[in-house]
């Protein structure tokens, strides 16, 4: 069992042949990390820890895995089961809303009392707040917090979480523009801030067999092309359906897929329903199966206001598939030179569309970028050099005083 009791740091002995003893090396204890986060629905923060959790070296870390909210329904607790599958050990402490908070707060504590923590590290705002909290309550030594989107909707975070970065040991961005957000928007210290890219499965989304699309209203033989996210007003999936259009109007043999649930999904229903196109927008919900319908699709469209590292884009990326992305943060790091060939100004529709248009039109263009766009996936962003640097990070604040 990966999360069985230690016993590390049990002196061992070995009698010598000459009737002495000589005695073993003792293994260094393992480091015990908690992974904290709001929810483990399927999403990216949630995808980033099951990575780090079951990435870890077992010689090193010992894990635990603890969730603000409840176990997600079975269709999306795929990355539950992930966990469970490798015997680490997971734990759901029933917050329902932000009333609960207190509640919350008390069971997190009890939860890194029961199971004595060297390290908290938090994902998601929730879990940033009241993790190094409870963790000070605790006795938890080092706490490290997961900085992942600039948020612009919601402002008053802000100054939530840079009242508790006092509590805290390292801010961990996803990017260096989410790394320069945290220090001049939020205010966190910059000695505080460390940047650690998300990675990618490359291998799950290599040569894997396309989507039925016909499940979802398109017909066989139709082209598509994609925008996979959650539908609210960050990812600005209201806005690609006001240049839709004039978008499938010059590209006769294309429909628009739209996969993704959200706050906004009747909102953006009935606003595909008013356009001239209907039938050829598809507005499908959340799917489990991103690698096979961007294996189906032709290229991914991100539409978003703001970001931090889109996990969607690696995805498209590993897929070898072309991009049109709005500027947001992250998109650079992750697209590198071929950024100025798939990247618009912020909130440039008429660019937008128009680099779409003729992206679609240039086959040879789409091969090349998507190539490209798959070889820096394999090369920058594999999963297990994000854990070594989470890794090294937890080793060098373990071997140091507490705050």
């Known amino acids: 069992m ?6 590390d740091g049990e002196k061992n ?4 042949s000459a009737g002495g003893h000589v005695r073993k090396p003792v293994a260094a204890p393992r480091i015990r990390v908690t992974l904290c986060t709001t929810e483990l629905s399927v999403g990216g923060a949630e995808q980033a820890l099951v990575e780090l959790a079951t990435g870890l070296d077992g010689m090193r870390f010992e894990v635990q895995v603890v969730s603000l909210k409840s176990r997600p329904d079975a269709p999306r607790a795929r990355l539950v089961r992930r966990l469970e599958e ?3 050990g997971t734990h759901f ?3 329902t809303s932000l009333a609960s908070g207190p509640r919350t707060l008390w069971r997190l504590y009890q939860s890194l009392r029961r199971w004595p923590t060297d ?8 879990a940033n707040v009241l993790g190094p909290v409870a963790a000070k309550l605790a006795g938890v030594p080092h706490v490290v917090s997961g900085i992942r989107v600039a948020e612009q909707s919601r402002k008053w975070r802000w100054h939530l979480e840079a009242a508790t970065s006092r509590l805290v040991d390292r801010h961990v961005c996803v990017s260096r523009a989410v790394a320069n957000f ?6 966190l210290p910059q000695q505080k801030l460390l940047v650690i890219p998300n990675g990618v499965d490359h291998h799950r989304f290599t040569s894997v067999p396309a989507a039925d699309l016909r499940a979802m209203g398109i017909a066989k033989g139709r082209r598509v092309i994609v925008s996979v996210g959650r539908l609210d007003r960050q990812k600005g999936t209201d806005r690609l359906l006001e240049v839709t259009p004039r978008l499938l109007k010059q590209l006769p043999q294309h429909d628009l897929l739209l996969v993704g649930n959200g706050p906004e999904y009747r909102r953006i229903e009935s606003a595909a329903k008013r356009k001239d196109i209907p039938h050829r927008v598809h507005l499908v919900g959340w799917q489990d199966d991103v690698p096979g319908i961007l294996a189906a699709s032709e290229l991914l469209l991100l539409p978003s ?3 931090g590292m889109p996990n969607v884009v690696l995805e498209a990326m590993a897929s070898g598939l072309p991009v049109v992305a709005m500027e947001v943060e992250g998109i650079d790091d992750l697209l590198g030179d071929a950024s100025r060939d798939q990247v618009v100004p912020q909130g440039d529709t008429d660019a937008f569309t128009e680099r779409v248009i003729s992206l679609l039109h240039t086959p040879e263009k789409m091969a090349l970028l998507g190539t490209r766009n798959r070889a820096r996936v394999v090369e920058q962003f594999r999963w297990q050099r994000s854990v070594e640097q989470y890794a090294a990070l937890y080793e ?6 507490a705050r």
């Open 2 to 7: 990966r999360n069985s009791p230690s016993h």
């Open 13 to 16: 002995e070995d009698r010598s």
């Open 86 to 88: 490798v015997d680490i």
């Open 93 to 95: 402490l029933e917050s």
């Open 119 to 126: 390290v908290l590290q938090t994902f998601l705002f929730h």
């Open 182 to 187: 945290a220090q001049d928007t939020i205010g």
């Open 305 to 307: 206001r703001w970001e």
């Open 396 to 401: 060098s604040l373990h071997s140091s005083p």
